[in-house]
């Protein structure tokens, strides 16, 4: 099958050309519980940014280059094209979304729902991936789509949605009418979490962006207040709080100094929730005991959530805005997201 490969790490960004478009082996089933689905889709992820450049490395590649070469793609849905003999609930033509952790289902976390921990495997990341015209996986790890949703529209709900809805759900459960949550950076994460908390609650939603075409985003999602990141995005926060701060600061985007100034943006006993990365968090341990604020990270969510997000999907509530490349095309989409080029999610159809 033809595949997107990457075979060697960029930590600068600056390579013309990232993956290389090859013919490699077709997935094989090995296991009762596998599942082989024909990819309808591929979300490109700014997650595949950083495993390309060297990011992921300490977690998944501590001896440097003994992972690669690696087939990208951690946000899959397709059809089913073949399932192992202990597979009965799925068949042939099934259309799907995949849970972008395989677990073994064994594990206490994964016995109590929490797929993201415990052991198990990571496709895309620890190894091969969907940039591709197949994947095998397990059956623990599939959704099957409501007919109303095919997989290129919903392929990057296995990670950018799910992360989204699973730290919607958090803050969600806390929020209350009169109370706002801001939410900074209104990208591929960002314009999905909006459109949940807007399902999901009745606080009002500010949204914070550097970028003009994310704000409209943003708007068309679902935001009640746009605020442009332009050095005074904290005093515009905190005057539409009424000097206050939000009881909810998600930051989608975690660099670049997004931290220090959400943190500034959560009043005392509010919750600040973490979703990107890049940058330390650092802030005086008095001044948090003082506030009592929290801090709390997300990784990815749980099958549930996906399940859940699909449910909300399938009822019209939440819409992901996608930009659709051919799998040949595979460098030029990863440029224009780090360019800042996409509006929404990259999605690569084979």
């Known amino acids: 099958m033809k595949a997107q490969v990457l075979n060697k790490y960029d930590e600068s960004l600056t390579a013309e050309s990232w993956v290389d478009y090859e013919d490699v082996p077709d997935p094989k089933i090995t296991n009762p519980n596998d599942v082989l689905v024909k990819i309808g889709g591929s979300g490109v992820c700014r997650t595949d940014l950083h ?21 990208l793609g951690h946000e899959n849905a397709g059809w089913v094209e073949e399932v192992g003999a202990g597979v009965t609930n799925l068949k042939k033509g099934d259309p799907v979304i995949l849970h972008p952790r395989i677990s073994s289902g064994i594990d206490i976390e994964h016995r109590r729902g929490e797929d993201m921990h415990g052991s198990g495997s990571f496709p895309g990341l620890s190894e091969n991936g969907g940039y591709a015209e197949a994947l095998v996986t397990s059956e623990r790890n599939i959704v099957p789509l409501p007919k109303s949703l095919e997989p290129k529209a919903v392929a990057a709900y296995a990670d950018a949605g799910l992360t989204a809805y699973h730290v919607a759900k958090k803050a969600s459960r806390v929020l209350l009418p009169g109370q706002y949550v801001v939410v900074i950076g209104a990208g591929g994460l960002g314009h999905i979490g909006i459109q949940c908390l807007k399902a999901m609650c009745a606080a009002e939603i500010i949204v914070v962006d550097m970028s003009d075409m994310a704000l409209g985003l943003a708007k068309d999602s679902g935001a009640d207040h746009l605020v442009k990141a332009d050095g005074t995005e904290v005093a515009q926060v905190l005057e539409i709080t009424k000097g206050l701060g939000a009881e909810a600061v998600i930051d989608f985007v975690g660099e670049k100094g997004s931290t220090a100034k959400g943190l500034e943006m959560t009043r005392p006993a509010g919750n600040y929730y973490i979703v990107g990365y890049g940058e330390n968090i650092n802030i005086p341990t008095v001044d948090l005991i003082f506030t009592e604020r929290n801090i709390i990270g997300n990784l990815v969510g749980t099958w549930a959530d996906l399940n859940e997000l699909m449910s909300l999907a399938d009822r019209g509530l939440v819409e992901l805005a996608t930009v659709e490349y051919s799998l040949k095309d595979a460098n030029q989409a990863l440029h224009d997201l780090n360019a800042g080029k996409v509006k929404g999610r990259a999605i690569l159809i084979p």
């Open 51 to 71: 495993v390309i450049e060297g990011v992921w490395k300490p977690i998944m590649d501590p001896d440097g280059n003994s992972l690669l070469p690696l087939i």
